[in-house]
């Protein structure tokens, strides 16, 4: 079983619709937690950290579900720039970085 | 502005060959990774090192070999290229294993083994 894993996507949606992105971790020792956003032929970018206490970022939300070892991003109102490969990040203990193998959003007009 | 820098953008290897992709980052940060990203498998970590002649495995180490003898540089080695070693490689750096550290990445280099 991989270690981080997420909905394999891709996933296409028209401008305007809500999209929810789902991750989970086996290492229940993680410590901390991410949402990056890649684009095409780019590196990856930190959209937000994920706490435990759930926040809201614009028209994002990250949730975290500890007991589930479950991680979510919920995109609203969605905007043709919204376009990219989403990756969920577990921190583990000691500061390793693991990355789920990301899921792809595409936004029509 | 944070800065990784990675050596190449494009490198092209002929198979056998030992190969040295470069990183350096001038934010002093402790943590320096080394990911493998390849259609379909996301970023698989290669190496990671937590301080300055540390280092640990992480997922997909065999046939690579890591270096970090000063705190900003940080070297990943193909002791003997292999086709299969063509890929994108990503070097990211992290300040130390608090929680919420976020890691900034170099743009890539895109390793071609003919």
């Known amino acids: 079983r991989k270690e981080v894993e997420q909905d394999p996507g891709p996933f296409n949606v028209p401008e305007g619709a809500t999209v929810a992105f789902n991750c989970t971790y086996s290492?229940?020792?993680?410590?901390?937690f991410f949402w990056y956003r890649q684009d095409c032929r780019k590196e990856p970018k930190l959209l937000m950290s994920?706490?435990?206490s759930g926040n809201e970022d614009g028209r994002f939300t990250a949730q975290l579900n500890r007991a589930s070892q479950y991680i979510s991003l919920l995109i609203r109102d969605s905007k043709l720039s919204d376009s990219a490969t989403y990756l969920c990040v577990v921190n583990n203990q000691g500061g390793k970085l693991i990355f789920g193998q990301g899921t792809e959003l595409s936004v029509k007009p | 502005d944070v800065k990784v820098t990675q050596s190449s953008r494009y490198l092209v290897k002929r198979t056998g060959e030992k190969v040295f992709l470069e990183c350096v980052q001038d934010m002093d940060h402790e943590n320096m990774f080394w990911y493998r990203q390849d259609p379909g498998l996301g970023l698989r970590l290669i190496y990671f090192?937590?301080?300055?002649?540390m280092k640990e495995k992480g997922d997909i180490p065999e046939g690579y070999s890591v270096s970090r003898e000063k705190k900003e540089r940080f070297s990943l080695i193909l002791e003997s290229a292999s086709t299969n070693q063509t890929s994108m490689y990503l070097c990211?750096?992290?300040w130390g294993a608090g929680a919420n550290t976020e890691a900034f990445f170099g743009q890539g280099t895109r390793l071609t083994v003919v």
């Open positions: 994920v706490y435990s």
């Open positions: 090192s937590y301080d300055v002649k």
């Open positions: 990211a750096s992290s």
């Open positions: 290492n229940s020792a993680s410590q901390s």
